[in-house]
Structures are given as structure tokens and as C-alpha cells.
């Protein structure tokens, strides 16, 4: 059995990286012809979309003045919504293709200025609604059947009627819409583009320059002297403009306050999560359960200390791995190993799985000047998901497929079930269905591994992975509500401020009193690294998924009645409920402490598993 497997490994991997044998040329490639045939295709339809925004300005001042109007101007809107999204999905793409591409950059931003006019003009639409009434709207809807796909978006404008400002006031904001975006463009713009990296001389002599890249590429070195310098170097970069990025992060804490106020909220995290309607107790037990839960998570240290050989570990230690292999997965083995390990989501999801892997869905491997990293689209309604990958033929690059078809089998789900109006699904409920595909996975490459060694790289992968999704995410979460907290109260804050708060919550959750981990105090400036705090309060959701989609995986393959169906119709409702009301549904209180401490039982037994195989060891 092993030599089998082991030849396969060498027969796939003798073709080229990124071409299958036998393929043709582009088979890694995806094929951007299914939005648009040709360039001019997609300038016939920008057009289109400008003409028919005069159609929609006509709209305004009679959306109540009959059943036959209020439905063709939210038919426009929609189709009107549904061409933007189009749009914007084919020149983000080709942007990510060839990010050096002057084609590309031009039509991303022309579909920004789309955008921003459609948000310009639409901005009537919630005060109208709002000023007809629920009882007005509720009649609306009786008396023409076919307005039931609109009942729950037109729910969530009246619900919030409190928040929503007059026709003037939604115009104005959305007019401010561009201007108001200076803190993350000035951030990206800084740490993506402007830094002046430093260079640094590993201990065999080579010269490399810490970027961005650099960093996440060497910080997983096994030379632990050159960990350390990698970490102090690019740490002490970032310190160096430690002032700078509090300036701009502080405007953008002061932006999201104005907005709150502005829309009558409280505070920047009950706006934020009253987007989707979640309740705030999600957010405040998600992270109480995470500080509950520290001793686990030190235990994780400990250990991790133990099988790299490190007698006290620091902050640089907590990213090589556990354990070297030299096993490949290049992408068609990959996508074998995927498709058998979401079999128990039935048949179906499968077909359509596979269907997708053989269809140029995926852009594959790297290139230069690709976008990197790894993302799903699903936006577009009537064309399929796309999966943007850089695919390095190593366990994670398998294990990265399995969470971005985990969300690319959400949208195409939802698409098939919903009307374009109720597809798109909120982050909430997305990050569930990648998660839970990755511990499918898990469960089937522990069902397949051949050795120990095996074993532990998929055990060492699955316990980084909920390391980095729970606790890391929860403590994000923990700094963004003492930050945004501070400033909502009219509080100011100056980056040695920020990192302040930030190292001593770091500090925390890494044990650095108790000795577990210690924090050399320039990597609290980590904070500024972070692009995810320029989008409020959205990386706390990373950590509710992580343990709701391991509740539904477990139930699943405990084979629990109906467990597959209640998963399955999470996915297919897409953004047709409320996502926590959903989720509740399915089985999951995520307002509770039981699937945070399911989570947690299950990164102790995964710890057990490894201990077990190394005690085994002489």
C-alpha cells in the first residue's frame, strides 16, 4: 500500500508544476471567458449599467404608489446589483491574474467608480421603505406573490429604521463613501507598497530582503538564532513607524465612532454586529471562553516547546513546523484527497465538487506578479465560483483547497437554492463551511497516513490551525473591543498607546507571566501588521465559525440523524435568514460556552493523539 502511494506521488509529480498529464495548457488556469468573452463585452455592459442608473434615479419619490412600480424599480435594483457584482468580479480577477497588468488596475478602479455611483443612487431606496411603513410594505407584498424573494431584505431595512437617516443623510453618506476610506488605503498603500524593507544576512550567508512575504517565509525557519533575527529585524521596521500607523489606525477607530453615533448606536461593536443582526452576547462569550480556555492553549505551547527542543519558548518559536516532511500533493492528488474527504456531505456535493475541480473554476499555482494568497468568489450569481490558489504541493496548500472549496460549494449551494436577492451569505455563516471541510479532511488523512510521522503532521496542522483560528483570532477580537471601546468614549490613542493595550493582551494569552511564552516587548507593535482591524469587528467571526463548523463536522461523522441536512440547509438558505438565528437552528447556540468548549476538547484530544505517538517513541 505504501509503495503505491508513494509511486503515485512520483508519477503525478513528474509532470510540470500546474499541469496535470495529458492536460491542456491552461487546465490550472480559470477561465475568465465564462463573466466576459472579451473586453469589450465587459465595456458593453459598464455602459449598460450607467444607462440604466437614470432609469433607477426615477424611481425615487414613487416607490409606494403601486404594487406594479415598487416591483420594477426592485427588480432594477437588483439586476442593477447583480451586473455591478459581475463587473467588478471579472476586473478584480484579471487585476489578481497579473497585478502588473495596466488593463487590469484600469478596469478595477473603473468598477470602483461603478460602484460608488450605484451606491449614490440607490441610496434613496432604504428612507423610502422606511417612510412607507412596515404595514404599507407588508400589503405591498400581498398583493404580487412574486415580491416574497424580497420579504427578508425588506425586513432587515425595516428593522433597522432607528439607524437609518432621511434621503438627504443616506445620500450624504453614501457620497462620503470614497472619502472615508482614507486610514485603510493609507495603511495598504504604507505597509504593501511604501515600506523601505530591510535587508538581513541569514547564518548561511544569504542576503534577503523583509518584505512582507519574506517574513511569513522565513519566520518558519528551523534555525531558531535566525528566527530571531528575522522577528527582531522586521518587528523593529515596524516600530520605527510605530507613530505613523497609530495616526492612521486611530482615524480609522474615530471614523467607525462617528459612524455609530451617527446611525444611533452605542458603541462601534453593537453597530457593527447589528449588521447582521448578531446578538452581542456572541462576541463578549466568544471571547470570555477564549480566556477561559488559556490553559489549553498554553498547554499547546508546551508541548509545541517539547517537539521543536526548545527549552523556553519565545514569540518566534510559535510558527515552524512540528514536524518536516518531504511528502508532495500537487493539485490533482489534492483534489482526490479533497473529494474523498467531504463524501459524507452526500453524493450531490460531491458531483458538484468534482464537476467544478475538472471545470478551470481554480487559478492554481503561482506566477509572478499574481495576487498571493488564496481566495473564493462566489459573488456572481449565474456564472459559478471562482478559486483564486497558489498552490505550493505541500500539506497546507491541501488543506487551503479544502477551506476555499469549502466556501466556493456554500456559494454554488445558495446560488442554486436562492434568488440572486437572498444568495450572498454573510461572513458569519461563510467561514463555517470551509471550516468544516477542513476537519473533514483532518479525519481523512489521519484514516489514510501510512506512519506516525505522517499522523503528526496532519494532527500538528490541525492544532496550529486552531490555534491560529480560535485563540489568535479571539484575541484580535479582545484588542479590537478595548481599542474601539477607548475611542468610542471620546478617548485618544497614540501607537505606543495601541501597542501598549495590544502587548499586554499578547502577553496574556501567551502565558508571559507564567513563563509559557515570553514577549520581547518591540512585538507589540504587531498590531500594525494587521489589515484586518481597518475592517471592524470582522475577524471574530474566524473563531465562531471555527467552532460551529467543528460541532456540525463532528455530528456529521458520528453519523447523529439528520446531522448532515441541518448542515447542508445552512448553506443552501445563503443570506435568505438571519445568520445567527440560522446557525441556532441548525443545532449551534454560538451565544453559548458549548461549541467553544467542544472546540477546546477537541484541541486537547488532538494533543492527546500526539502525546500518545511520541511517548511511543524511544
Known sequence: MKTVRCLALLVLWAAAPGVSLGAPPDADRWNLKDLYATQADWDQDALKLGQQLKSLAQCSGHMGQSVQGFKACMDLNAELLKRSIRLSAYASQLNDEDTGLAAGQDLKQRAQVLNSRLDEASSFLSPEILKLGRSRVDALLRQDRSLAIYRHPLDDMLRVAPHTLDRQGEALIAQFGMATAAAGAVYATLADADMPWPKLTLSDGKEVLLDQNAYEQYRVLNHRADRKRVFDTFWAKWKEFERTFGVTFYEQLKRDAVYARVRHYPDSLTQALDANKLPRAVYDTMVAQANANLPTLHRYFKLRGKMLGVAEMRYYDIYPPLLSSELKYPIALSTQLMLAAVKPLGDDYVSAMELGTRSRWMDVYPRPRKHSGAYMNGAVYDVHPYLLLNHNDDYESLSTLAHEWGHAMHSYLANKAQPFVTAEYPTFTAEIASTTNEVLLLEHMLKVAQTDDERLLYLGSALE??????????????????????????????????SKIYGDILKRYHGDQQGVVKIDELYSVEWAFIPHFYNAFYVFQYATSIAAGNMFASDILQGKPAARERYLSILRAGGSRYPYELVKEAGVDLATPAPYQALVARMNSIMDQIESILAKRP
Open 465 to 498: 490551525n486552531l490555534r491560529g483560528t480560535f485563540f489568535r483570532q479571539a484575541m484580535f477580537a479582545d484588542f479590537e473591543r478595548e481599542v474601539h471601546a477607548q475611542v468610542d468614549r471620546g478617548e485618544s490613542l497614540t501607537g505606543e498607546a495601541i
